[in-house]
């Protein structure tokens, strides 16, 4: 079957890096995105990778390994407004988006 | 990015009456939407996939008669909650693709609750 796996909550602190990683078990396999969503809203999209390595955004990076099944998305300065949930979801073989249950983010100060 | 409209992003109605939600691809072609129902904390769950000038496919669990999803042209599809309950409450989300391996772009979501 397919599925896609991410911690449920993690913590951190203003300021700091955080990493947070996804597994996914998919029929083929045509990318991996990551978005954020803010309680009550739709989520907005953060990356798109295809192709192994490191994909830079300002102070969002995305990672995969497509041979390992697995992506992390790396937040750093971390702020407040980063609190939220981050959605990992591979495309299959289909195109279909398969998506991960969401890590919820806490950000102390 | 592109946008994509998502239209009411409230609505409470009485029970036993009827919803439409109606979602739109502001500057691109959706050749594909999504629509999504999300309890709280939960993660998205896809309830069909509409491509345009066709019927649109649901997924196991979801009854086609309750939740009726028109994909009439490339920018507009909407979902129609009939004879809406209580347990249909929950937020709803489009979203919508212009090719099969672009992102997808979400509408803001619509909080339905029924009374």
């Known amino acids: 079957g397919q599925n896609i796996d991410q911690p449920t909550e993690m913590t951190a602190t203003e300021g700091a890096i955080v990493q947070i990683n996804c597994t996914y078990q998919?029929?083929?396999?045509?990318?991996l995105f990551w978005y954020q969503q803010h309680a009550g809203e739709a989520p907005t999209f953060l990356s798109y990778?295809?192709l192994d390595g490191l994909e830079e955004k300002g102070r969002f990076s995305s990672f995969l390994s497509r041979s390992k099944g697995y992506s992390y998305l790396l937040l750093k300065e971390l702020q407040m407004k980063d609190s939220a949930s981050y959605l990992c979801?591979?495309?299959?073989?289909?195109?279909?988006?398969?998506w991960g249950a969401g890590t919820k983010l806490i950000i102390k100060p | 990015g592109a946008v994509v409209s998502q239209h009411p992003s409230r609505v409470i109605c009485k029970s036993g009456t009827s919803v439409k939600i109606e979602c739109r691809s502001l500057d691109f072609q959706a050749t594909t939407m999504f629509w999504y129902r999300q309890f709280p904390k939960k993660s998205l769950m896809l309830m069909a996939t509409s491509n345009e000038g066709s019927k649109a496919t649901y997924e196991q669990g979801v009854e086609k008669d309750k939740f009726l999803i028109n994909h009439a042209s490339l920018t507009l599809s909407t979902l129609t909650v009939t004879s809406a309950h209580p347990e249909d409450s929950s937020f709803y989300i489009c979203s919508a693709r212009g090719g099969t391996d672009t992102e997808a772009f979400f509408g803001q979501g619509t909080r339905l609750t029924v009374v």
């Open positions: 998919t029929s083929g396999f045509n990318g």
């Open positions: 979801a591979a495309l299959d073989s289909n195109y279909q988006l398969i």
């Open positions: 990778n295809v």
